[in-house]
């Protein structure tokens, strides 16, 4: 049985970013990691810009200048102010080379045709220069960074329709028990309806990971051995739910043994989530999964995410963690470290009841996790404690 902290850096060594690239329509990258530096192929903004509505002017020593005709967003003009002339300009619009300052209307007045400024303007107001954002030929964006909607629109707005990126693992989710039927079907007794594949495709789907696949086995081991089989060819990353636990149905370890994964670990010190196991195989990389929903979820937000951030070329990823004091009084019983089901607000975070690996029913309000490390014995009200804010919003 290994440490959180080891168990972590086993997972950090051996989930190299992957050096798999492709190039996708722009449109679909959302959360991709950009494998290269993108350079700007133009500059932004491509000319100098007026930043208000109001007058670009060409400034003279007085507050009167004469006017010269507009200049919309979209024209095609740059008409020759000499000192003391001004054009009507509206935002977004071309500056004229000819001007040096774009006075807002709010600080102006017109009488007689004649425009006058209400206080002086200093060069360069109001004008966003040429390449302001980046130059034709810089670096836009970095190598390594995780696209989000600015960074689409950002790249849009260059003119760039294709980026590379890592290539996302493809992942596949397999849940195994005799006990599990499918919500919608009728339950017999005896039987459970099975959730954590819907709860690992959500879960996976919120940060970015859309290429999964689900797939049911029965306890049995050569059915367990067959499935296995056929999903570690396919895939890059396995995420198996159930049957790693040392019960006489649990079959999931001896069959990837069998296939040849070979264990990083087996075991954590930890509550929930004792039982999980995380293997290799060449570039694939199986997890498998406690089974109780709350043990699985918990070992996904801590390890799973970890892992396929740093596979999709995201190597500095961490959750998000802060000291926050307790509004809860908690006493730990055994040595293990335990990942408690809390509600975070404000600097101050509440323990929830009802800590069980098998109870989703405050998992489906929590929003972090405390942790406690294995030395830790009990929390008093009022005590900093660690808490990982999860990635739920
Ligand atoms: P196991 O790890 O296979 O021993 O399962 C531990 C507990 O988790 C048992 O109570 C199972 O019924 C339950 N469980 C296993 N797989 C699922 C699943 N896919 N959905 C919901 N509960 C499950
Ligand atoms: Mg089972």
Redo the contacts with the bound molecule.
Sequence with gaps: MISVKKALVSIKKSCEITIHSETININNAINCVISSDILSPINMPPFRQSAMDGYALNIHSNLNYELKGEIKAGDNINPLLKPGEAVRIFTGAPVPDSANAVMMQEKTTIKNEVLYLTESVKPDTNIRPLGEQVLKGDVALKKGAKLNSAAIAYLTSLGITEVKVYKKPKIAIV???N??AQAGEPLQYGQ?F????AMLESALKKSGYDNVTIHQVADNYEKTLKTLKEVLHLNDVLLV?????V?DY?FVGSALKELGVTEHFYKVKQKPGK?LFFGQKDEKYVFAL????AAALTCFYIYVLTALERLNGNSDFSLHKINAVSQSNFIKKGNRAQFLKAVYSNDSVEILEGQNS?MLHTFAIANALVFLDEDITQIIKGDKVETILLPIH
Excluded: C, F, Q, Y
């Design positions: 849940v195994t028990g006990e599990l459970i099975e959730s954590n594949a739910s159930g049957g790693i636990s019960g649990d039982p406690p089974g109780n929903p098998s």
